[in-house]
Structure formats: C-alpha cells, structure tokens
C-alpha cells in the first residue's frame, strides 16, 4: 500500500535541508521528480512519493562520504521502480540500503 505523498516543506523539514536543496537533489536525481498539482488562483503545490523521507534521509548521509555522481549512481535503481513498490518494501521493514543491496547499487 502507497504511503501518503509528502509536501515539500515537510520533506524539506524532515531531512533537516532547505527547499532549494531539494530542488537540487531532484534536478541531480538523487531524489524523484515530484507530482505537480495546479492550485489555480492559488498557484500550485508539489508532492513528493512517500518514501523520499526516508530516501532523502540516506542521500544527506551518503553526500558526506560520496561526491553527487556516485550517489546518483546508487540510487538511480530505486528511483527508476515504482513508488508503491519501495514504499510496499518500507513497509515490510527494509530500509533504503537493504533496497540499494538488493538493487545492486550499493557502495561498497
């Protein structure tokens, strides 16, 4: 089961990072691309998948050892499963680097 979207700023806030970082991350694809909803008068508002918590919470870690590139790398095989998939996999108890094991993807 799909765990709720999240609001940037409440992304931004739980990873302990600023909004413009998250713009990076995603532009880097360390983080997934997020939904766009269109507010209309009152803008529109971005929702990021459920698991990018717990997955932005792995990039700030792995972005103290390792340089954009290689952490790109790693977890460009999560980013390109479905988001109900990792989120089904979270659920289950595994946590990002059991994904990225699995996956192939991490550093060693």
């Known amino acids: 089961m ?4 999240v609001r940037t700023s ?3 806030a739980a990873i302990g990072v600023s ?14 691309q997020p939904r766009r909803l269109h507010l209309g008068v009152h ?3 971005s ?3 459920g698991y990018s918590v717990e997955l932005g919470q792995y990039v700030r870690q792995a ?13 460009a095989p999560l980013l390109a499963r ?14 990002i680097k059991d994904l990225l094991r699995e996956l192939g993807a991490l550093r060693t």
């Open 82 to 95: 479905d988001a109900d998939w990792v989120d089904e996999q979270l659920a289950a108890g595994k946590a």
């Open 43 to 45: 803008g529109s508002s």
């Open 2 to 5: 799909a765990r709720p979207e």
């Open 63 to 75: 972005l103290r050892e390792a340089p954009f590139v290689e952490v790109a790398r790693e977890v």
């Open 19 to 32: 909004r413009q970082t998250l713009a990076t991350w995603v532009t880097r694809e360390l983080l997934p």
């Open 10 to 12: 409440a992304l931004a």
């Open 47 to 49: 929702r990021f998948p």
